[in-house]
């Protein structure tokens, strides 16, 4: 329909968007649905149509067609058993866990950054205990969101697996560590906590030890591995090790442990940027220079590593890009229900600043 056959007021269509970016009416409706395998110049072009003639889906008639709700459940999951959501694995403490670790927040913003122009909209859900695993399943089997980004706290969550077997599209933050047929993305733990392992050598640290991420956690387990493999290559195999829970307090309490086990040490490498902080909290507490009398490595590149005083050498995770690649990830999936998982695996690099 030419602009002088529509009647005045008409809402502009997909038609007009076509004709707007020189596509056919067809790249437009795959533009605006999210399937990635569009040239990037050609949803640029669609996407200042979309705004240049103030296009707005008709989301009630295009669920009707599509099936799609548009909205993503954004899963923040545990493995926890208590089904009445109490205690120490309930929901009160998961959730002041969450929202005190920086890093999902830099989750958050990399799913929004990517959904938002896309039309879509993340549903933020936590499953913690197995009643809450139901009902995130429940609330996908019902159409109630399209599918599900998992981001897992525990190594044994059932989540993942619930997901796949229900035949519901997710896709996972972190490889699964057991056998699941899912899609994800994940980084390159053991390279980057080598990394810190060759950095503290090369400023000459020979009594170097290390605050670990909880080990029932694939990347507190991968990083402690990768930076104990590292410094075996080096000559040192007997690293001491503390085991925190990626909070600061934990941090400070490994790093406690660890003056008192071994005063003399020169480098610590810990499994987060909260861990590193707390860490350098109390070395200055017991009179210890960083890095002059002991060198502080954290993993993250998170907010706590700028603000920690010296700001903090660490090995970045580049989380929002992380996490976008994994929400492009679960619209790939929908637009292809029978494409076989995948995985993409990010690198990781040392920002080099003051602690280390």
């Known amino acids: 329909m030419t602009d002088a056959l529509r009647p005045t007021g008409a809402p502009p269509t997909l038609e007009d968007v076509a004709r707007a970016a020189g596509v056919s009416r067809a790249t437009v409706s795959r533009v605006i649905n999210g399937v990635r395998n569009v040239d990037p110049a050609i949803q640029e072009a669609v996407r200042q149509a979309v705004s240049a003639t103030g296009y707005t889906p008709n989301r009630a008639a295009r669920s ?10 954004l899963v923040v999951s545990g493995a926890g058993a208590d089904p009445d959501g109490e205690g120490p694995a309930g929901e009160g403490s998961f959730t002041a866990q969450v929202f005190a ?51 897992s706290t525990h190594a044994q969550d059932p989540l993942p697996a619930l997901l796949t077997d229900a035949g519901l599209p997710a896709v996972l933050y972190a490889r699964p560590a057991r056998p699941v047929r899912i899609s994800y993305v994940d980084l390159a733990h053991r390279d980057g906590a080598g990394l810190a392992a060759e950095h503290l050598l090369a400023r000459g640290c020979r009594r170097i030890a290390t605050i670990s991420g909880p080990l029932n956690v694939s990347a507190g387990q ?135």
């Open 64 to 73: 009707l067609v599509t099936r799609r709700t548009d909205a993503i459940a």
């Open 101 to 151: 670790d920086p890093f999902f927040g830099r989750v958050v913003t990399g799913v929004v950054n990517y959904l938002r122009p896309r039309g879509m909209h993340p549903v933020l859900m936590f499953a913690e205990t197995s009643r809450a695993r139901d009902e995130v399943v429940g609330y996908l089997r019902q159409g109630s969101a399209d599918g599900a980004l998992i981001v």
């Open 222 to 356: 991968e990083r402690l591995a990768g930076f104990q493999d590292a410094m075996a290559r080096q000559g040192h195999v007997d690293v001491p090790v503390a085991e925190g829970q990626f909070t600061q307090e934990s941090g400070e309490a490994a790093m406690e442990r660890l003056l008192a086990e071994h005063p003399a040490l020169d480098g610590v490498f810990a499994g987060n940027d909260l861990m590193a902080t707390g860490a350098c909290h109390v070395l200055r507490e017991h009179g210890r220079r960083v890095p002059q009398d002991v060198a502080v490595i954290g993993f993250d590149d998170s907010s706590a590593a700028s603000a920690c005083r010296p700001p903090l050498t660490t090995v970045r995770q580049p989380v929002e890009d992380m996490a976008a690649e994994m929400a492009g990830l679960l619209l790939d999936r929908l637009a292809a229900p029978d494409s076989p998982a995948t995985s993409v695996i990010f690198e990781p690099v040392l920002v080099v600043r003051d602690s280390a």
